[in-house]
């Protein structure tokens, strides 16, 4: 019999605010796949984003809010503590120099993500450190033709796989996300409406306090 791998899952992002959809689809995948550690990492400087609603501190700070009273959940500093972009190659290698060769590392993403993958820095060696957990919506559909696709016919794999090999796989599973936005947030505050129930209300408390993304004053 196969002894089953310590699962260690990473879920990156900017978080610009963390919302209930963030937290929603990290505490699912957690207890549907039964992952020993599932940890939100915001991203310090994003090199796919130009512009960020909040600064890095401000994030962090959110979702150390939001994952306060979540014990399947916490989170994960690393990126904030770099002044260089944050490229997820980098933090997967310096996790799996941590962790050791003998735990199944994971990197959760959104089929946005998947299907943008090949514009990711280094992106082919990801799967060389961790296993992709894309997360789809009914209906997906994956790219059919050109290098990602070559990707995904390579390395796609059961669920298994994350039990059994520490790294190598694209697992696809599928669940209902709830339809939340960080942009329509941000759209909400700064029009002066409230996006209560859409956010933890520590977060909401917290964006009040320190008045974030409110558009300035004259």
Same mark, same amino acid.
């Given at each position: 019999?196969?002894?089953?791998?310590?699962?260690?899952?990473?879920?990156?992002?900017?978080?610009?605010p963390v919302?209930?959809?963030?937290?929603?689809?990290?505490?699912?995948?957690?207890?549907?796949?039964?992952?020993?550690?599932?940890?939100?990492?915001?991203?310090?400087?994003?090199?796919?984003?130009?512009?960020?609603?909040?600064?890095?501190?401000?994030?962090?700070?959110?979702?150390?809010?939001?994952?306060?009273?979540?014990?399947?959940? *916490?989170?994960?500093?690393?990126?904030?503590?770099?002044?260089?972009? %944050?490229?997820?190659?980098?933090?997967? #290698? &310096?996790? +799996? $120099?941590?962790?050791?060769?003998?735990?199944?590392?994971?990197?959760?993403?959104?089929?946005?993500?998947?299907?943008?993958?090949?514009?990711?820095?280094?992106?082919?060696?990801?799967?060389?450190?961790?296993?992709?957990?894309?997360?789809?919506?009914?209906?997906?559909?994956?790219?059919?033709?050109?290098?990602?696709?070559?990707?995904?016919?390579?390395?796609?794999?059961?669920?298994?796989?994350?039990? *059994?090999?520490?790294q190598g796989?694209?697992?696809?599973?599928?669940? %209902?996300l709830l339809?939340?936005?960080? #942009? &329509?947030? +941000? $759209?909400?505050?700064?029009?002066?409406?409230?996006?209560?129930?859409?956010?933890?209300?520590?977060?909401?408390?917290?964006?009040?306090?320190?008045?974030?993304?409110?558009?300035?004053?004259?």
């Amino acid at each position: 019999m196969v002894q089953r791998l310590g699962t260690l899952a990473l879920f990156g992002g900017t978080f610009d605010p963390v919302h209930n959809g963030h937290l929603r689809m990290a505490l699912e995948l957690t207890e549907q796949l039964q992952l020993d550690d599932m940890r939100l990492m915001p991203s310090h400087r994003p090199p796919h984003k130009n512009t960020l609603g909040c600064n890095s501190e401000d994030r962090a700070a959110m979702v150390e809010l939001a994952t306060a009273d979540c014990p399947q959940l *916490s989170i994960d500093r690393r990126e904030m503590e770099r002044d260089a972009p %944050s490229y997820m190659v980098d933090t997967l #290698t &310096e996790v +799996r $120099r941590e962790v050791g060769p003998d735990v199944s590392l994971i990197l959760a993403m959104g089929m946005d993500s998947l299907v943008n993958l090949d514009s990711w820095y280094r992106w082919r060696e990801l799967t060389d450190f961790a296993h992709l957990l894309v997360v789809a919506r009914p209906g997906w559909h994956l790219p059919e033709q050109g290098d990602l696709a070559d990707f995904l016919r390579q390395h796609q794999a059961s669920v298994d796989k994350l039990y *059994s090999s520490p790294q190598g796989s694209v697992v696809i599973q599928q669940m %209902s996300l709830l339809p939340i936005s960080a #942009t &329509e947030i +941000r $759209r909400q505050i700064s029009a002066g409406e409230s996006p209560q129930f859409l956010l933890p209300d520590s977060v909401w408390a917290y964006i009040q306090r320190k008045q974030l993304y409110r558009l300035p004053t004259e």
